[in-house]
């Protein structure tokens, strides 16, 4: 037999691979989620874009701009998923929800990439889920920018989802549309939390799920955090600090300061360590931050980061 | 001719049931909608408690009871009035939504009275009642509040309003009807409807947007996001279908025999011209007396009551000889106004209304401290009354029990008293914070009391209208006893009543009650169930102050951070400015 040719056992196993890897494909979401993980576990320093020149929806594209631009993540005829922080019946101006502003920028973002469908979701903690949508004054403004906006979905828009890295959180329902979405952008406010001590990134991905009960009624709500967050990884974090919301988080009211700043990256885990540093806060007396990064969430260390200002 | 006068009364019927029941969904909705800020007014030109305000019999009780002419009031009941003078008993043909619902029922149901012909006796009940009811409006209440006297003038306002048709049925749709439909309109829509629908949408997508717009109004009326539920709707429902299921003793058994509003539109009705003529064409074969729906035609078919007649014009209709005729003349008219009812019972309805007056007494929650206020040591603890209400004992006077507090809250959390507050209480309004809390950001019960006995108050008011005060169960809060992390007491106050009591890092909710307002956020997130772990109680419940003191309360508190348990110190103050140059190293 010549060395190009292939022998029966060799065919046999390559096709087994080929097949299970093609297998593996199809399941589109899973696999640009865990592109995702691929890509902060190969990077050595991950980057943290802070905009601060403009107006609002100006920042929020000089960000964008700086990590490559919005067509880097989302191509042609890709289904977003864009997950703001719209869980309070606050109005914008008390630094509750993420600013709608930012939230509709990003969805032209999106739409002028040549995104198939835009949709904002959120499962808040208020309610009723309309009246959160509509005094948080995102749903007017995504909607106008060409997105549809789910506030509350329904439980069967739940999926079962295994948390394989989780030591406490082993299994939850996550939103369909994002474990299949082709880009999932996470856009938390930074708030200090009456229970966690501060919120950004990683706690806004608790409205993702349908039960968030058992997160609290677990040993460790900040265990379940970090362990979420091995599973579901955004593609892009932009951060809203426009206005952050320093004391009562977070529903406040509250005391709270403009500093106007549109943060954006790819390691969540960096993208919450700037957060809370921005509230006065150390990452690492933060319960979630210091679990996710013994998970290999991301950097917590922001010497290690590199932080680029436009 | 007369068969055409016979539809015109159904689209009459079905016409005013209809505005009926479209006022009712504003009402629920546009004022619950408008408090919160999130649209405006319809912009609707009538009230949307229209019905209440141009029934008569409310009308009166509320002058009587209140001693004075309500102007308002008095130009909203005219109409009723002088079409009652004109033609009688009209308004319960032609316009009354309880009427139309009843006739609705007993066609559907097709429930016939065992006994068609002329009323027995039982027509006189209802005049009964309406001297009962006279009465009360007329005693002073048994309970005269220090605080309003004016309030408290007499039960009948309230009694009024537990038998009057139209309090009935908004009452019944309140409480049992708006949740039903919601959930049929929610099926059809969800599961249903797209199944058999879908086909027939495919090959004409007009049909699509023209049901989209259907159910989108539909919806709109009946809260999609939040139907209400309400305790005590079995028993209210129960109650409507006592009287529909009561024709089948008797056709418009309510309307014939106990209906108060009924009979005070018949007495009305004396003096209107207008009456039935029966010609000599008349051949006695008694189709007239079976098939009259109020058996108001006597055993000489040519004479009629005229206080029962509603102007159905089904005797005209259905005579075979064409015999019956409307005159504005006195001569040649069988009409027979009078009301022949027995002296003996009227003095007994008298004595149910003085009687009446003094049920309250009867049970144990009547007793009065020496300055007349009444003593809470008796309610529960669960006696959370909407923001803006009076002084209990003031309260439970003013109160109607019309339900029109519980039909626009936002939130379903308003309730019927059932034990809360003993038979006094019964059917006013309490919070139950586990049903919905009270939101920060909603007046509704404020603006619908149609009696203040919750007075209007506006959203900066509600932060200092201490309903009650939360309580943590430390022996059930997951925090306390298991070091959980929770807090979602904390972060459901909207009012930053809780702080942290901080154990090795481990915050615990503390309730701060100088700040706490009752709202009961709180008690309706807090994952531990059934009950909740932290629960509103009444005591702090500040209503004997006035607003100025308990702003000034208010104010008086000033914030707290968290604490490390038993030190008092406070470990995380607000960052200044320079802290926050100097500590973030990446600004």
């Known amino acids: 037999m010549s060395r190009n ?13 080929a097949g299970a890897g093609a297998y593996a494909a199809t399941q589109a979401g899973l696999l640009s989620l865990l592109n995702g993980v691929a890509e902060a576990a190969s990077s050595s320093r991950p980057t943290i874009v802070v905009a601060s020149k403009g107006d609002i929806p100006g920042r929020v594209r000089a960000a964008v701009e700086a990590m490559g631009g919005m067509a880097k993540f989302v191509k042609r005829g890709a289904a977003v998923v864009i997950k703001p922080n719209m869980g309070w019946l606050r109005k914008p101006e008390t630094g509750a929800n993420t600013n709608p502003e930012v939230v509709a920028e990003l969805v032209r973002l999106c739409r002028a990439c040549g995104a198939r469908a835009v949709t904002v979701v959120d499962n808040p903690v208020d309610g009723p889920a ?181 | 001719m007369h068969s055409r006068v016979r539809r015109l009364r159904r689209l009459s019927q079905i016409a005013f049931l209809t505005g009926f029941l479209v006022l009712f969904g504003f009402a629920g909705r546009s004022l619950t909608l408008h408090s919160l800020g999130d649209g405006a007014a319809t912009g609707w030109p009538l009230p949307a408690d229209l019905f209440l305000r141009a029934d008569p019999l409310l ?3 509320a002058m009587l009871s209140l001693r004075q002419i309500l102007l308002p009031l008095l130009w909203y009941a005219l109409p009723a009035v002088v079409l009652a003078l004109l033609l009688g008993r009209v308004f319960c043909g032609w316009v009354c939504p309880m009427g139309a619902a009843i006739d609705l029922c007993e066609r559907i149901g097709r429930i016939r009275g065992r006994r068609p012909g002329q009323a027995p006796p039982w027509r006189r009940v209802k005049f009964y009642v309406l001297v009962a009811l006279v009465v009360t409006m007329l005693l002073p209440a048994a309970h005269r509040s220090p605080r309003e006297p004016s309030l408290s003038q007499s039960l009948g306002l309230s009694a009024a309003y537990l038998v009057d048709p139209i309090a009935l049925l908004t009452r019944t749709l309140t409480l049992s009807g708006v949740a039903p ?13 797209i199944w058999t629908v879908a086909p027939l949408v495919e090959k004409r997508p007009w049909l699509g947007a023209v049901l989209e717009r259907i159910g989108a109004a539909l919806e709109w009326f009946v809260r999609p996001d939040s139907p209400p539920y309400f305790r005590l709707g079995l028993v209210s429902l129960a109650i409507f279908l006592v009287i529909v299921a009561l024709g089948s003793f008797a056709r418009r058994f309510w309307c014939r025999n106990l209906c108060p509003l009924g009979a005070l539109l018949g007495l009305l009705g004396k003096l209107s011209p207008l009456r039935l003529r029966v010609s000599d064409k008349c051949t006695r074969c008694l189709r007239c007396v079976n098939e009259c729906k109020m058996g108001a035609i006597l055993e000489d078919p040519k004479q009629y009551r005229g206080p029962e007649c509603i102007w159905c014009y089904t005797c005209l209709a259905v005579c075979p000889e064409k015999a019956i005729s ?77 339900g029109e507090c519980m039909k626009v809250c936002s939130t379903n959390t308003l309730q019927p008293a059932f034990g809360e507050g003993g038979l006094e209480a019964v059917g006013t309004p309490v919070l139950v914070p586990r049903m919905g809390p009270c939101a920060d950001s909603c007046v509704a019960c404020g603006q619908a009391c149609p009696t203040r006995a919750i007075q209007p108050f506006k959203l900066e008011e509600k932060q200092h209208l201490f309903l009650g005060t939360a309580n943590v169960d430390r022996s059930k809060c997951i925090a306390w006893i298991y070091g959980r992390q929770c807090m979602v007491c904390d972060e459901a106050c909207p009012y930053d ?31 531990v169930e059934p009950r909740g772990a932290i629960r509103v109680s009444a005591s702090g419940d500040k209503r004997h102050l006035s607003r100025a003191q308990q702003r000034a309360l208010r104010e008086a508190a000033s914030p707290r951070a968290q604490t490390e348990s038993g030190t008092g110190t406070y470990i995380v103050p607000v960052p200044t400015e320079q802290d926050m140059i100097d500590k973030a190293p990446y600004p």
Not at chain 1, 5 to 17: G, H, Q, S, W, Y
Not at chain 1, 142 to 155: L, N, S
Request: aromatic share 4%; charged share 25%; proline share 5%.
């Open chain 2, 497 to 527: 009543a809780i702080y942290a009591d901080v154990l090795n890092g481990l915050p615990r909710p503390v309730v701060d009650d100088r700040v706490c307002v009752g709202c009961g956020e709180c008690e309706f997130r807090c994952p």
């Open chain 2, 59 to 61: 009308a009166l009780s």
């Open chain 1, 130 to 310: 309309s009246r959160v949508a509509a005094r948080s004054g995102i749903q007017e403004a995504a909607e106008k920018a060409g997105a549809k906006v789910i506030c509350g979905p329904p439980p069967a828009m739940y999926e079962r989802n295994q948390i394989k890295r989780g030591k406490v959180l082993k299994e939850t329902d996550t939103l369909r549309d994002i474990l299949r979405a082709d880009v999932f952008i996470n856009v938390p406010v930074a708030k200090v939390h009456g229970s966690t001590k501060a919120t950004a990134g990683l706690k806004n991905l608790m409205g993702t799920v349908l039960d968030r009960g058992a997160w609290h009624q677990s040993d460790s709500l900040d265990q379940c955090i970090a362990d979420y967050a091995t599973q579901v990884r955004p593609h892009l974090i932009v951060l809203d600090a426009t206005r952050v919301l320093l004391t009562n988080g977070p529903k406040g009211p509250g005391q709270t300061k403009d500093l106007n700043l549109i943060a954006a990256g790819t390691d969540p885990l960096a993208m919450d360590a700037y957060a809370v540093q921005l509230l006065g806060m150390r990452p690492e007396d933060i319960g979630h931050l210091k679990r996710a990064r013994e998970l290999g969430v991301g950097e917590m260390d922001l010497s290690r980061v590199n932080i680029k200002r436009v």
């Open chain 2, 326 to 402: 409307v005159t504005a003349l006195p001569a040649g008219s069988g009409r027979r106004d009078g009301l022949d009812l027995e002296r003996r019972r009227v003095l007994e309805g008298m004595g149910i209304g003085l009687a009446a007056v003094l049920l309250p007494k009867v049970d144990w929650t009547a007793k009065r401290t020496q300055a007349g206020e009444k003593v809470l040591k008796l309610s529960s603890e669960r006696l959370i009354r909407p923001p803006g209400a009076l002084p209990e004992d003031a309260f439970v006077t003013a109160c109607v029990r019309c």
């Open chain 2, 181 to 193: 439909a919601q959930w049929t309109i929610t099926f059809a829509r969800d599961v249903n409807l």
């Open chain 1, 5 to 17: 040719e292939m022998t029966r056992r060799e065919f046999l196993i390559r096709a087994l691979a």
